[in-house]
């Protein structure tokens, strides 16, 4: 393992390299990976709905299936690797939910579960395996997308909170499995990101703005003002992150977790 600096072909330099991003077809998924085909990299987007992201330009591939299955997540690692080598993931598949603990059903919980934290598993795993295997990057960066939710959790969102605290584990133990080969883990907790995401379907966004006391259309400025920041946080926010882990400027970063939620005490990293 090198402990020299590598010497950068620009600020991420990104160019020329290969990501795979799952959720890639919304949200802040979709925007990593036009920020990626923008910075010349080449990219494999997976997602079970890839309408957002058929129509970009760039040097990319699509996968449309789930990713919690094995054989669509080795689909994307051997896609991803005919172009050579693979020099990170970005886990950004998840999906939102409502209701209390104290009445949602163990059916609606292992989904909540399934859908944001075991999502990730598979090509998690495979990584590390095709790594061992000498077929991934020495470089090779995982980045999870996890939520405020995460050390903050909130009610009214189901099991969501659970799976994302989890994520904050899932991504610190591939920290330490990761390292001998070469392979960093991190996470960005995202806070709450309106724009382009599907994340506020299901009645969401109505529910939230009654609980709170506002109309739909002042939703996201009343998350916005309770940030120290005072800022509504966009997926480039979130992206601009995620494309920093990704890069050799976080070489010597891994097991860390990265807030992009505007500045809220509650969620500060513990």
Same mark, same amino acid.
């Given at each position: ?140 960066? /995982? ?8 050390? @903050?959790?909130? &009610?009214?969102? *189901? #099991?969501? $909170? !659970? ?82 882990? /990704? ?8 097991? @860390?977790?990265? &807030?992009?939620? *505007? #500045?809220? $005490? !509650?969620?500060?990293?513990?």
């Amino acid at each position: 393992m090198s402990h020299q600096s590598p010497d950068f072909d620009g600020p991420l330099a990104l160019s020329g390299k290969t990501f795979i991003v799952t959720g890639g077809g919304s949200g802040i998924g979709l925007c990593t990976v036009k920020q990626l085909l923008a910075l010349g990299s080449s990219v494999v987007a997976v997602d079970v709905n890839t309408d957002g992201v058929a129509t970009l330009d760039g040097d990319f591939s699509v996968v449309c299936g789930d990713v919690t299955l094995p054989s669509v997540a080795d689909e994307a690692l051997e896609l991803a690797l005919t172009r050579g080598r693979l020099d990170g993931v970005v886990f950004a598949a998840g999906t939102s939910s409502v209701g209390s603990m104290t009445e949602i059903g163990l059916k609606a919980f292992d989904e909540d579960l399934t859908r944001n934290l075991t999502v990730h598993v598979p090509l998690s795993q495979a990584v590390l395996r095709y790594r061992s295997a000498h077929q991934v990057s020495a470089q090779c960066s /995982l980045v999870y997308v996890a939520s405020k939710h995460a050390v @903050a959790p909130s &009610s009214g969102f *189901g #099991g969501y $909170p !659970v799976a994302k605290g989890a994520v904050l584990q899932l991504a610190r133990l591939f920290a330490l499995e990761g390292a001998p080969l070469g392979v960093r883990a991190n996470t960005v907790n995202p806070g709450a990101v309106f724009d382009g995401s599907k994340f506020w379907e299901k009645g969401l966004w109505e529910e939230k703005a009654q609980s709170h006391g506002v109309s739909v259309d002042e939703l996201p400025d009343f998350y916005a003002n309770r940030t120290l920041l005072g800022v509504r946080v966009s997926p480039t926010d979130v992206t601009n992150a995620i494309l920093f882990l /990704l890069s050799p400027l976080s070489r010597a970063t891994t097991g @860390a977790v990265i &807030s992009v939620d *505007g #500045g809220l $005490p !509650v969620s500060f990293a513990r």
